[in-house]
């Protein structure tokens, strides 16, 4: 994400936010935006297992 953008998308998450939000509130939608970006970009990259060899590593049935 471009430095424009991120500074947009602050300002999105800031309002988004109840005016009683706490420092934690705040965080907590940072890291799950951030969280979610990194995993689109993973995705795109092609860094992903299929769920039928995770749920084989981990012996785990349909």
């Known amino acids: ?3 424009e953008s ?3 998308e602050a300002y999105r998450i800031l309002d ?3 005016d009683k939000a706490t420092w934690d509130d705040l965080m907590y939608q940072i890291y799950v935006r951030q969280t979610i970006e990194a995993g689109i ?3 795109e990259e092609g860094r992903t297992v299929d769920i039928k060899e995770v749920r084989k ?6």
């Open 1 to 3: 994400m471009q430095t």
């Open 6 to 8: 991120i500074k947009q």
């Open 16 to 18: 988004k936010l109840p």
């Open 41 to 43: 970009k993973d995705s």
């Open 57 to 62: 590593r981990f012996g785990l049935t349909k």
